[in-house]
């Protein structure tokens, strides 16, 4: 046998080799998967002798610094490799960000955007050539700034202008706060965690620099968001969710409802109110001496034909004062307290018809601890807000991404002119529905039947909140999730066509929903995850892993986690032909050998989550 008949015989078994060890894969899988196992079974590290890797030069990352909210920061890097490049990559926190060469001159882009947690990052640039060679440039860094506190020394911008010289604050920390003057502990505050206490101008330097604080914040306040209304409202052209409905009315689903109190002395709210709770008095007995909570309170639980769901019951939660205002604090410890005794009471939905003063640049306290009440199995309903007609005018909470965010309309179905528009700093569509909150009849407070018309957002939370309820009567196992899902596919669009800034997915439309959940549930359903495959279950450092899932629904996105013995990596995955298979690759180079889980997480797109995990082995570099 001459030499060129040996090298052929020793690449065809080296070929068949190779395609035995690789796994079988159906022809109807993944077409991008089996494409790059052909391509890299065909191409066979040609260029095996070459060991040189790829030169990396003139990065850039363009804006360096960014806040919350701001458009993303571009990556620039010239990369050059004889042998040609299989992948360029920027690694930011954690985050693996595809660089590409668009223009074929050698300049690979990426993007980095600003929704990662304030922090200074490193910029890892990963380049890995055809021959399996690898370049790392760690030169660059991106720096995310809180909104809030754009210098970065860890106290709000607003609070260093603060002319006062003692100020209600919350310092957010982990439970050390052993250098703050005697007497200054404040109040805990859980779900952050955090303290809420009062404290001097020129000592937010000294509790900043303390070990554990990641944060102080000024204690703002907030206020109910409706108001005196007007005339009896005209027949609703839109589904009313107040109407009779036999079978269906909230029996055994419990509300807390956050706001000024409830009368139970009114006869639409008797035998309603299971528990009482304070903040403001501590007064032991329900009450309200603004009459705001009264009004939501029977639009909720009413009797009458007030409330949407009469068979609900109600934990009354009093934060708010006469005036309708309280601090922020005075509503986390609500909420606190409402995670303490919700199985007590057997809560599942929570009615907040309260907000910010004024929109709100980037995300709060609040609303992070509005997502965590949902991340605990909590329906919130919030107030978008009444600070329209401006776009970008959502009020904190509502635009916390897990919560359902209610704007208001009139009995025909359109906006009211002072309810608040999105989008939020994110970038994500606000309110979620809308609802009638115009000229709304309910209780009156300090009547025994007495009515009163109010307007706002505040009139439109307790009616999805009553909706909510509804829901869960007929399907007791639905997640916060689910129950967005159901209320927003189900709503009858308005405005212009989709979801829109103004009316969200538009008016809800409870009759639809119930009809839908009975003759089309697989299209109210839940996104899922059906599987999660790897091209090879071990591998040595540099050879690279392709990551499949299976997935079916109204997807968000879907990223693979590469969770190792010293390191993380989030990978974004893609449906490169839209047959509901989404792929991954994970370039191994420069990680530790030992054992993995490959974890595949599933985000949809009205806050529901999915995942699986595969074992992975990682040896050392041959």
């Known amino acids: 046998m001459n030499s060129s008949s040996l090298i052929c015989a020793l690449l065809l078994a080296s070929l068949v080799s190779l395609a035995l060890a690789m796994p079988q894969y159906n022809p109807l899988e993944n077409k991008a998967t089996v494409w790059f196992q052909k391509e890299y079974n065909n191409y066979l590290r040609p260029s095996s002798n070459d060991s040189m890797p790829p030169v990396i030069y003139s990065v850039s990352v363009t804006p360096s610094v960014l806040k919350t909210g701001d458009p993303r920061s571009e990556i620039n890097a010239f990369v050059y490799d004889s042998v040609g490049l299989e992948m360029v990559y920027a690694d930011v926190g954690s985050r693996m960000n595809l660089m590409l060469d668009l223009d074929k001159d050698g300049r690979y882009t990426g993007y980095c955007g600003s929704n990662l947690p304030p922090g200074n990052y490193k910029v890892t640039i990963v380049a890995i050539d055809k021959a399996g060679n690898a370049a790392k440039d760690e030169s660059r860094s991106i720096t995310i700034r809180d909104p809030n506190d754009l210098n970065g020394n860890g106290i709000e911008d607003s609070l260093e202008r603060e002319r006062a010289r003692d100020m209600k604050v919350i310092v957010l920390h982990d439970g050390n706060l052993s250098g703050v003057a005697s007497g200054q502990g404040g109040e805990r505050l859980k779900i952050l965690p955090g303290s809420a206490m009062t404290v001097s101008r020129d000592s937010l330097e000294k509790i900043s620099k303390i070990k554990g604080v990641k944060g102080i914040y000024k204690d703002q306040k907030l206020k109910v968001l409706g108001a005196q209304g007007g005339a009896s409202p005209a027949a609703s052209s839109v589904d009313d969710p107040r109407k009779k409905r036999e079978s269906l009315t909230g029996e055994g689903v419990v509300v807390a409802l956050i706001d000024t109190g409830a009368d139970p002395n009114h006869e639409v709210l008797e035998g309603k109110i299971v528990a009482f709770k304070d903040f403001v008095n501590n007064q032991s007995a329900p009450y309200d001496d603004n009459g705001h909570g009264t009004h939501c309170a029977s639009l909720i639980s009413g009797d009458d034909g007030i409330g949407v769901a009469p068979g609900s019951r109600l934990v009354v939660v009093k934060v708010m004062d006469r005036d309708g205002a309280c601090y922020l604090s005075d509503a986390l410890k609500a909420l606190d307290w409402c995670l303490e005794n919700k199985d007590r009471y057997g809560i599942k939905v929570i009615s907040f018809s309260v907000g910010g003063e004024s929109p709100n640049e980037g995300s709060s306290l609040l609303d992070e601890a509005c997502n965590k009440m949902v991340d605990e199995g909590l329906v919130m309903c919030v107030a978008a807000g009444n600070s329209g007609p401006a776009p970008s005018s959502i009020v904190v909470p509502g635009d916390a991404s897990k919560v359902i965010t209610v704007g208001a309309i009139d009995?025909?179905?359109?906006?009211?002119?002072?309810?608040?528009?999105?989008?939020?700093?994110?970038?994500?569509?606000?309110?979620?529905?809308?609802?009638?909150?115009?000229?709304?009849?309910?209780?009156?407070?300090?009547?025994?039947?007495?009515?009163?018309?109010?307007?706002?957002?505040?009139?439109?939370?307790?009616?999805?909140?009553?909706?909510?309820?509804?829901?869960?009567?007929?399907?007791?196992?639905?997640?916060?999730?689910?129950?967005?899902?159901?209320?927003?596919?189900?709503?009858?669009?308005?405005?212009?066509?989709?979801?829109?800034?103004?009316?969200?997915?538009?008016?809800?439309?409870?009759?639809?929903?119930?009809?839908?959940?009975?003759?089309?549930?697989?299209?109210?359903?839940?996104?899922?995850?059906?599987?999660?495959k790897l091209n090879r279950n071990e591998a040595h450092v540099g050879d690279p892993v392709m990551i499949?899932?299976?997935?079916?629904?109204?997807?968000?996105?879907?990223?693979?986690?590469?969770?190792?013995?010293?390191?993380?990596?989030?990978?974004?995955?893609?449906?490169?032909?839209?047959?509901?298979?989404?792929?991954?690759?994970?370039?191994?180079?420069?990680?530790?050998?030992?054992?993995?889980?490959?974890?595949?997480?599933?985000?949809?797109?009205?806050?529901?989550?999915?995942?699986?995990?595969?074992?992975?082995?990682?040896?050392?570099?041959?």
Do not use: H
């Not at 010293?566 to 449906?575: A, F, G």
């Not at 993995?596 to 050392?620: I, K, S």
């Open 411 to 532: 009995s025909s179905g359109s906006i009211f002119e002072q309810s608040s528009r999105g989008p939020v700093s994110s970038g994500e569509i606000k309110p979620d529905l809308v609802t009638i909150g115009v000229d709304v009849v309910s209780a009156l407070a300090g009547s025994k039947n007495g009515l009163s018309s109010m307007s706002g957002t505040s009139m439109a939370v307790p009616q999805v909140s009553g909706a909510s309820c509804i829901l869960l009567e007929a399907q007791s196992g639905l997640m916060p999730a689910d129950v967005k899902r159901m209320l927003l596919k189900t709503a009858d669009d308005l405005g212009r066509a989709g979801p829109d800034d103004v009316y969200g997915y538009g008016a809800l439309n409870l009759t639809n929903a119930l009809k839908s959940a009975q003759t089309a549930p697989e299209k109210l359903s839940a996104p899922v995850l059906e599987s999660v």
């Open 548 to 622: 499949e899932a299976s997935a079916i629904g109204d997807l968000k996105a879907i990223n693979s986690n590469i969770i190792g013995p010293d390191r993380t990596l989030e990978i974004p995955m893609d449906d490169f032909d839209g047959n509901g298979i989404y792929s991954a690759r994970w370039e191994t180079s420069f990680w530790t050998p030992g054992d993995y889980q490959v974890q595949v997480n599933l985000q949809g797109r009205f806050g529901e989550v999915d995942f699986r995990a595969v074992p992975f082995r990682l040896l050392a570099k041959q």
